[in-house]
T-cell receptor
Framework: GAVVSQHPSWVICKSGTSVKIECRSL??????MFWYRQFPKQSLMLMAT?????????EQGVEKDKFLINHASLTLSTLTVTSAHPEDSSFYIC????????????FGSGTQLSVL | KQEVTQIPAALSVPEGENLVLNCSFT??????LQWFRQDPGKGLTSLLL?????REQTSGRLNASLDKSSGRSTLYIAASQPGDSATYLC????????FGAGTRLTVKP
């Protein structure tokens, strides 16, 4: 079946550095990709929705200049956390869907970010 | 704005019991509803997807129902096993994807 690959699984970085997370759809064209964040013991929160070739739509309260999303191709979307701070430490997960809104949503395995 | 609620927040049952998890949503104009399980520290695993035109889906011991008009879905787990212990999330697709807060299920041996 369809697979979404997310890398890296774990990343530890110093405060002030930038971290890039990749999300790839391996055997289907992902027209839409979603980025979520999950803090401990909380639910997944949608950060942004990206459609291939266009700018991402960010949820209220998510800083678009801090969380840069690029969806340049139908198989790759990236999330860059710029100038990361300890409060950005979280579990980030991407998901992708194919053509049509009734397509099933497939998830990456997530990235645990720890900012020291 | 779509809001998704899951009840209960946590559930503990002895092995072998049948159980029901509930999911409600405020806007009935949805495309589909999906149930996931999340194991600690891991990503999501999709369990069942119900299209807006469907009323239920079954996979093994799992059965999910959808009543779009009342804004409700249930996930029924038959003959629960300790391996079923996880957090179960429902997600509603309309203009975007909204998740409930999840139900943390513990199945005791």
């Amino acid at each position: 079946g369809a697979v979404v690959s997310q890398h890296p699984s774990w990343v530890i970085c110093k405060s002030g550095t930038s971290v890039k997370i990749e999300c790839r759809s391996l055997d289907f064209q992902a027209t839409t990709m979603f980025w979520y964040r999950q803090f401990p013991k909380q639910s997944l929160m949608l950060m942004a929705t990206s459609n291939e070739g266009s700018k991402a739509t960010y949820e209220q309260g998510v800083e678009k200049d801090k969380f840069l999303i690029n969806h340049a191709s139908l198989t790759l979307s990236t999330l860059t956390v710029t100038s990361a701070h300890p409060e950005d430490s979280s579990f980030y997960i991407c998901s992708a869907s194919g053509v049509g809104r009734n397509e099933k949503l497939f998830f990456g395995s997530g990235t645990q970010l720890s900012v020291l | 704005k779509q809001e998704v609620t899951q009840i209960p927040a946590a559930l503990s049952v002895p092995e072998g019991e049948n159980l029901v998890l509930n999911c409600s949503f405020t806007d009935s104009a949805i495309y589909n509803l999906q149930w996931f399980r999340q194991d600690p520290g891991k990503g999501l695993t999709s369990l069942l997807l119900i299209q807006s035109s469907q009323r239920e889906q079954t996979s093994g011991r799992l059965n999910a129902s959808l009543d779009k008009s009342s804004g409700r879905s249930t996930l029924y787990i038959a003959a629960s096993q300790p391996g079923d212990s996880a957090t179960y999330l429902c997600a509603v697709a309309s203009n975007d994807m909204r998740f409930g807060a999840g139900t943390r299920l513990t199945v005791k041996p």
